[in-house]
């Protein structure tokens, strides 16, 4: 149980264009998702905090309109890279709360490598 | 703010023997969790163990133990009988009792020799 998916693993963009990330609780529902962003030999860092049908909590320094996140179901979050550049080029995942668990440690999607040419 | 330390960017352990991982952590709050992830090249993150700060005794999981010292806010995680299968970067983490995101620390990557 508790199985997050996060599609697409890997995912190639124009410099410019747009992406979409989509991170799914698969057998339970999650009022809270997180966005985090991993550079390479890097820690995590969150992003963002999902709330279904509210508006995200984004962290210090991370762009709102950059990164516009959408959690509009129980069981569906998603992250947009608008205009994507270069140095958006990373590895995101995501992560939520299965309510019946909230004191274990979290499902964690298997992430998705951006590379923006 | 909390902040998590992992003072070893890289270990080295041979294969069927133990290796400590270090983890220290900064923190006014009294409750709390403490979390050792595995992140191997697949990059999926994998929860190894976890510790609520309100339980004395130290967590266990099978050949992977933790040193909880609240006191001393340290948190150190021990592989015993090391296998291929455990090289992978480690990841400890913290998490408030009545919060949600966690603040990771920086990684320690573990090799096992064959």
């Known amino acids: 149980g508790a199985v997050v998916s996060q599609h697409p693993s890997r995912v190639i963009c124009k410099s410019g264009t747009s992406v979409k990330i989509e991170c799914r609780s698969l057998?339970?529902?999650?009022?809270?998702m997180f966005w985090y962003r991993q550079f390479p030999k890097q820690s995590l860092m969150l992003m963002a905090t999902?709330?279904?049908?509210?508006?995200?909590?984004?962290e210090q320094g991370v762009e709102k309109d950059k990164f516009l996140i959408n959690h509009a179901s129980l069981t569906l979050s998603t992250l947009t890279v608008t205009s994507a550049h270069p140095e958006d080029s990373s590895f995101y995942i995501c992560?939520?709360?299965?309510?019946?668990?909230?004191?274990?440690?979290?499902?964690f999607g298997s992430g998705t490598r951006l590379t923006v040419v | 703010a909390q902040t998590v330390t992992q003072s070893q960017p890289e270990m080295s352990v041979q294969e069927a023997e133990t290796v400590t991982l270090s983890c220290t952590y900064d923190t006014s709050e009294s409750d709390y969790y403490l979390f050792w992830y595995k992140q191997p090249p697949s990059r999926q993150m994998i929860l190894v163990i976890r510790?609520?700060?309100?339980?004395?005794q130290n967590a266990t999981e099978n050949r992977f133990s933790v040193n909880f010292q609240k006191a001393a806010k340290s948190f150190s995680l021990k592989i015993s009988d090391s296998q291929l299968g455990d090289a992978a970067m480690y990841f400890c983490?913290?998490?408030?009792?009545?919060?949600?995101?966690?603040?990771f620390g920086p990684g320690t990557r573990l090799s096992v020799l064959p």
């Open positions: 999902s709330n279904e049908g509210s508006k995200a909590t984004y």
């Open positions: 510790q609520e700060a309100y339980k004395q």
């Open positions: 992560s939520a709360i299965p309510e019946t668990q909230s004191a274990y440690g979290y499902t």
């Open positions: 983490a913290y998490r408030n009792y009545y919060g949600q995101n966690f603040v």
């Open positions: 057998d339970f529902q999650a009022t809270t």
